[in-house]
C-alpha cells in the first residue's frame, strides 16, 4: 500500500503560543482506516484541521495524493472530505440541496447520479426532502458524512464521529465506516473511545499533549495490550532460573529474588497455577505475586485517567472508552 497522506515534523503553536502539536509524522496508506485516540485536548482536531488547511502549520509539510497542502492548496484539499465534530447545518434546508450545495462549494459541476447514490449509501434517500431540523441526530450526523462525500474526496476525515451518541448509533455509524471503506475511501477518525478503534480501525494511532505516543496495527496492537507479566517474588536470591521452568520462559530480576513471567490475558489458560506448582516442586519459596500490565496497555489506562480528569475539570459528559 502507498501512502496518500504524509506529515511529516508537523509542529502547530497557536496564536498564545500553546503548542498543540510537536513534531508529528504520521502516513496513511491508501484504503486504510486509521484511528486515531485521544483525551480531551491531545490536538487531535488540531491535527484534522492543520491537514486540512483550517489551521497553518507553525513548521512540516503536510501531502495528500503527493500535493502539498501549503503551496497546493486547492488540489491537496479537493481530495480531502471533513466530518467536523459539531453539526453545523442549516436547520430549513432540505437535505438533497444541502448536500448538493457542498459539491458546489469546490467547484465540481451538478451531478445528480452521484448524489443519489451518496444518499442511498447512507439511508437518506427517504429522507432527501426532508429539512435538516425534521431529522435526529443520527441521520445529521449522516448528513454531514454525505456534504463530505459530495466531492468524491480519497480521504475522509471524521471527528469524533461517535461522540455523545447512544451505543445502538455508535454501532451504525460503525457500519456506515465500513461501507465506505469497501468503495476505496481512505478513512481517518478521531476518538476517544477505545472500543471505537477496536472494531472498526485497520491501525490506531495514540496522541496525547500533542505528539503520536505510537501507530500501531490493531491486531499487532490487541496481540501486545493482552500482554501480562506476573513477577513472583523468592524468599532467597538465586542466580539461575531451575531447568525445570525452561518451558515457562521466565525472566530473573536483576536481583536475582523475582522471577517474571509474561502470559497472555486473551487466552484460554494463562499457566499461572500450573507455573506456581511448578516453582514450588522446583524447592524455591515465594514470598509474593504481583502482576504488571504492558506498558501499551499501561498508555492507555493512562490516557483513559487523563481523560476522565479532563472531563471531571470541564464537567463533559462523556465518559472516556
Ligand atoms: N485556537 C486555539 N488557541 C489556543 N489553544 C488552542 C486553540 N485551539 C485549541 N487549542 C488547545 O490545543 C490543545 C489541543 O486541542 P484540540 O482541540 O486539538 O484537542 P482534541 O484532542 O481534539 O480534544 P477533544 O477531544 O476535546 O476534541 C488543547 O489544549 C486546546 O485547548
Given at each position: 500500500?502507498?501512502?496518500?497522506?504524509?506529515?511529516?515534523?508537523?509542529?502547530?503553536?497557536?496564536?498564545?503560543?500553546?503548542?498543540?502539536?510537536?513534531?508529528?509524522?504520521?502516513?496513511?496508506?491508501?484504503?486504510?482506516?486509521?484511528?486515531?485516540?485521544?483525551?480531551n485536548g491531545?490536538?487531535?482536531?488540531?491535527?484534522?484541521?492543520?491537514?486540512?488547511?483550517?489551521?497553518?502549520?507553525?513548521?512540516?509539510?503536510?501531502?495528500?495524493?503527493?500535493?502539498?497542502?501549503?503551496?497546493?492548496?486547492?488540489?491537496?484539499?479537493?481530495?480531502?472530505?471533513?466530518?467536523?465534530?459539531?453539526?453545523?447545518?442549516?436547520?430549513?434546508?432540505?437535505?438533497?440541496?444541502t448536500?448538493?450545495?457542498?459539491?458546489?462549494?469546490?467547484?465540481?459541476?451538478?451531478?445528480?447520479?452521484?448524489?443519489?447514490?451518496?444518499?442511498?449509501?447512507?439511508s437518506?434517500?427517504?429522507?432527501?426532502?426532508?429539512?435538516?431540523?425534521?431529522?435526529?441526530?443520527?441521520?445529521?450526523?449522516?448528513?454531514?458524512?454525505?456534504?463530505?462525500?459530495?466531492?468524491?474526496?480519497?480521504?475522509?476525515?471524521?471527528?469524533?464521529?461517535?461522540?455523545?451518541?447512544?451505543?445502538?448509533?455508535?454501532?451504525?455509524?460503525?457500519?456506515?465506516?465500513?461501507?465506505?471503506?469497501?468503495?476505496?475511501?481512505?478513512?481517518?477518525?478521531?476518538?476517544?473511545?477505545?472500543?471505537?478503534?477496536?472494531?472498526?480501525?485497520?491501525?490506531?494511532?495514540?496522541?496525547?499533549?500533542?505528539?503520536?505516543?505510537?501507530v500501531?496495527?490493531?491486531?499487532?496492537?490487541?496481540?501486545?495490550?493482552?500482554?501480562?507479566?506476573?513477577?513472583?517474588?523468592?524468599s532467597?536470591?538465586?542466580?539461575?532460573?531451575?531447568?525445570?521452568?525452561?518451558?515457562?520462559?521466565?525472566?530473573?530480576?536483576?536481583?536475582?529474588?523475582?522471577?517474571?513471567?509474561?502470559?497472555?490475558?486473551?487466552g484460554?489458560r494463562?499457566?499461572?497455577?500450573?507455573?506456581?506448582?511448578?516453582?514450588?516442586?522446583?524447592g524455591?519459596?515465594?514470598?509474593?505475586?504481583?502482576?504488571?500490565?504492558?506498558?501499551?496497555?499501561?498508555?492507555?489506562?493512562?490516557?483513559?485517567?487523563?481523560?476522565?480528569?479532563?472531563?471531571?475539570?470541564?464537567?463533559?459528559?462523556?465518559?472516556?472508552?
Amino acid at each position: 500500500m502507498s501512502a496518500i497522506l504524509s506529515v511529516q515534523n508537523l509542529r502547530k503553536a497557536y496564536e498564545n503560543g500553546f503548542e498543540a502539536l510537536k513534531r508529528v509524522n504520521l502516513e496513511i496508506n491508501e484504503g486504510e482506516i486509521l484511528a486515531l485516540l485521544g483525551p480531551n485536548g491531545a490536538g487531535k482536531t488540531t491535527l484534522i484541521s492543520t491537514i486540512c488547511g483550517i489551521t497553518l502549520p507553525t513548521e512540516g509539510t503536510i501531502t495528500v495524493g503527493g500535493f502539498d497542502t501549503q503551496s497546493d492548496f486547492r488540489a491537496a484539499r479537493n481530495l480531502i472530505g471533513l466530518v467536523p465534530q459539531e453539526i453545523n447545518l442549516e436547520p430549513f434546508e432540505k437535505v438533497i440541496n444541502t448536500v448538493r450545495f457542498s459539491r458546489g462549494l469546490f467547484g465540481k459541476p451538478r451531478n445528480d447520479a452521484l448524489i443519489e447514490e451518496i444518499l442511498k449509501k447512507l439511508s437518506l434517500w427517504d429522507k432527501r426532502d426532508a429539512r435538516i431540523n425534521e431529522l435526529s441526530g443520527g441521520m445529521k450526523r449522516r448528513v454531514l458524512i454525505a456534504k463530505a462525500l459530495s466531492h468524491e474526496p480519497k480521504v475522509l476525515f471524521l471527528d469524533e464521529p461517535t461522540a455523545g451518541v447512544d451505543v445502538e448509533l455508535r454501532k451504525d455509524m460503525w457500519d456506515v465506516v465500513a461501507e465506505l471503506k469497501a468503495t476505496g475511501v481512505t478513512i481517518i477518525l478521531t476518538t476517544h473511545y477505545i472500543e471505537e478503534a477496536e472494531a472498526i480501525a485497520d491501525r490506531i494511532g495514540v496522541i496525547r499533549r500533542g505528539e503520536i505516543l505510537l501507530v500501531e496495527d490493531k491486531e499487532r496492537l490487541m496481540a501486545q495490550m493482552g500482554q501480562k507479566e506476573l513477577e513472583v517474588q523468592l524468599s532467597a536470591p538465586i542466580t539461575e532460573i531451575p531447568a525445570s521452568l525452561a518451558t515457562f520462559e521466565l525472566r530473573l530480576n536483576d536481583a536475582g529474588d523475582a522471577v517474571i513471567y509474561s502470559y497472555d490475558t486473551q487466552g484460554a489458560r494463562t499457566g499461572i497455577t500450573t507455573l506456581l506448582n511448578a516453582i514450588s516442586e522446583a524447592g524455591l519459596v515465594l514470598t509474593d505475586v504481583q502482576t504488571r500490565q504492558s506498558s501499551l496497555e499501561e498508555i492507555f489506562v493512562g490516557l483513559v485517567h487523563e481523560a476522565e480528569t479532563d472531563n471531571k475539570e470541564t464537567g463533559n459528559k462523556e465518559t472516556a472508552a
